[in-house]
């Protein structure tokens, strides 16, 4: 088990709103995780993990692109460095934990009817980016 | 089917030449009108010879990489001047208005399409217009590109008697016969200067692989596709290099990207061996080092959208990497034998070690340029206390959790990583960067699979 993320992640999940900046909230904590855990695991295995990254960061840019003070005004709260006794695939379900719940906060903000607007193309695209990320995070 | 390139244009041109030479040699023309279309199409290659020494020279000479005063392109000017007296002024030139039907027709279009090819690199005013532009800037590749040329023309002049005798014997006078081939000695002699001022002749030419831009990409195959992509996103990567609203995002995009093809590449060394990548240490590291720049880029805001084109072409690359190179095992296919594969793969897998390389050097480039604007920010809550301290504005935002222009300390330390990345690793920088494993595990647990190539249907 990941102690040393979990609990923060938990509270995070929790305490975060339902809100375009809850959901930034969300990306940046994982984006940022996703980074940390790149660097610690070997190199070929850390690739997945970069390219998860790479997927969070594109998710949350999406947001800021359509709402740009959500940058500004939403806490970027990062779970914080991994010690060495942490279990990385621990970790790692703990960052897919994040993933999964952002894609349930996305599913309650994007509008049920046209998508076509600034704000449901952006939460399109970074359902698009968040399933790469999953997909990426479950690879092994 | 391959994309064409500049050697394909040219060794269709020889193919021809060399067609028209065989015909006008084993057989009289039957008739003198047949003999007179074989003098046109004769005509129209030469002034194309002429032409394209100007599609060589001009570009060069217009960015000032060429002064006029290297010895084979002197020799070049003056035998496309020799051609020129032979051929007439007339513009366009009557060749260009009637469809090829003979060999040397044919050769004289296809010359002119190699021109075009090459004209597509420049603007009219010489201005760049895709990274292979970087081949006029080589003397050696000019050089040797004249050279090739002025043996194509020897080759033509060479023919000129038989075609004489065959135009007398399809009973045109010999006054039409001169009017048609004036004594082409002078162009002879300018064909020998050329190709005697070039010492070495085999020295190879960027010229050569030089193709279109904006060429679809080809999905037939995996190697196709990569190699396909990698051009595309490396014309992308340099034709935005100078534009200002450049986006910090798209500058962690390819840094992944480069990340990945190393890795890729480290893979396919471990399970082949080949001598023709890098070995797998070296590229583990640098991957490492790449993954590195992505991470530091990721504190960078990106007010402006990352750039959609470039985006567009990185995720499905990294599919095909996968594809072509896995990192885990994978089930051997039997039905393309291996050798071919492997080969075929190596080589892709080179050419998009060497494309992700310029694509690296152009992005470090780009984040330079943002840098001295002024246009790279961050989130003050990301900086840490060395960049802050004496600095109270910077630390008054870092409390404020507001943006703040990236100071030059942070600057600098992400410039020394895109640097890092860019350069040859040591064995002291492989060991520090896998702080869990040693580098040769990593490239132990990466060796144990079978490469997978086969073409794809349904694409």
Redesign the interface.
């Given at each position: 088990m990941s102690a040393t993320w979990q609990e923060p992640a938990d509270a995070l999940v929790e305490h975060a709103p339902p809100t375009w900046h809850g959901l930034w909230a969300l990306l940046f904590a994982a984006?940022?995780a996703a980074?940390t855990l790149?660097?610690?695991?070997?190199?070929?295995?850390?690739?997945d993990l970069?390219?998860a990254?790479?997927d969070l960061?594109?998710a949350r840019?999406e947001l800021?692109?359509a709402l740009?003070r959500v940058?500004?005004e939403a806490?970027?709260i990062s779970l914080g460095l991994l010690p060495?006794r942490d279990d990385a695939d621990s970790a790692r379900a703990v960052l897919d934990g994040l993933v999964v719940a952002a894609l349930d906060r996305i599913v309650n903000l994007a509008p049920t009817g046209d998508l076509g607007a600034p704000e449901g193309t952006a939460l399109l695209a970074a359902t698009r980016a968040l399933r790469?990320a999953h997909t990426a995070l479950s690879r092994? | 089917m391959s994309p064409i390139t500049y050697a394909d244009l040219l060794t269709q041109v020889s193919g021809h030449i060399e067609d028209g030479a065989r015909r006008a040699q084993v057989r009289r023309f039957d008739t003198s009108a047949q003999a007179r279309e074989a003098l046109a199409a004769y005509h129209g290659l030469l002034a194309a010879l002429e032409a394209h020494t100007w599609a060589i020279i001009r570009p060069a000479r217009l960015t000032g990489a060429s002064t006029g005063a290297d010895p084979t392109e002197r020799a070049s000017v003056e035998l496309a001047a020799a051609l020129r007296t032979a051929t007439g002024t007339q513009d366009p030139h009557p060749s260009l208005l009637t469809p090829p039907n003979h060999p040397w027709a044919h050769a004289a279009w296809t010359l002119r399409a190699a021109s075009d090819l090459l004209a597509v690199h420049h603007t009219p005013s010489g201005r760049p217009r895709s990274p292979d532009a970087q081949a006029w800037t080589d003397p050696t590749s000019r050089a040797t590109s004249l050279v090739q040329l002025a043996r194509l023309a020897g080759a033509v002049l060479d023919v000129e008697d038989t075609l004489a005798l065959r135009a007398g014997q399809a009973g045109l006078s010999w006054a039409e016969v001169s009017r048609w081939l004036p004594s082409l000695d002078d162009a002879r002699r300018r064909v020998a200067a050329v190709t005697t001022s070039e010492p070495d002749p085999t020295k190879p030419s960027a010229f050569a692989r030089l193709g279109l831009l904006g060429e679809p990409v080809r999905t037939d195959t995996p190697v196709h596709e990569l190699t396909d992509r990698i051009t595309r996103l490396r014309h992308l990567t340099w034709d935005r290099m100078g534009r200002p609203g450049h986006s910090p995002a798209t500058l962690r995009d390819l840094a992944t990207l480069v990340a990945a093809v190393n890795a890729h590449c480290a893979a396919h060394h471990s399970a082949l061996g080949t001598a023709a990548l890098p070995n797998g240490t070296v590229l583990i590291g640098r991957a490492r080092r790449w993954q590195e720049v992505t991470r530091d880029l990721a504190d960078y805001l990106s007010p402006t959208p990352a750039d959609r084109d470039i985006r567009t072409q990185i995720r499905p690359l990294i599919t095909v990497l996968r594809e072509i190179s896995p990192l885990a095992s994978a089930t051997a296919r039997t039905d393309v034998p291996r050798q071919a594969r492997d080969e075929v793969a190596t080589a892709a897998l080179r050419a998009a070690l060497a494309g992700t390389e310029q694509i690296g050097r152009w992005a470090h480039q780009s984040f330079e340029r943002l840098a001295s604007r002024g246009h790279l920010t961050v989130r003050a809550s990301t900086l840490d206390g060395r960049y802050v301290t004496d600095e109270p504005a910077l630390a008054a935002a870092k409390l404020a959790g507001t943006r703040a222009v990236a100071p030059p300390a942070r600057l600098a330390a992400s410039l020394a990583l895109y640097t890092e990345a860019l350069q040859a690793p040591n064995t002291h920088t492989v060991h520090r960067l896998a702080p869990r494993f040693e580098a040769t595990t990593e490239a132990m647990v990466i060796a144990r699979r079978d490469m997978v190539q086969s073409p794809r249907s349904g694409r």
């Open positions: 984006g940022h980074h790149a660097l610690t695991a070997p190199t070929v295995q850390g690739l970069t390219i990254a790479m960061h594109q840019e800021e692109w740009p940058a500004d806490p970027a060495a790469s092994r | -």
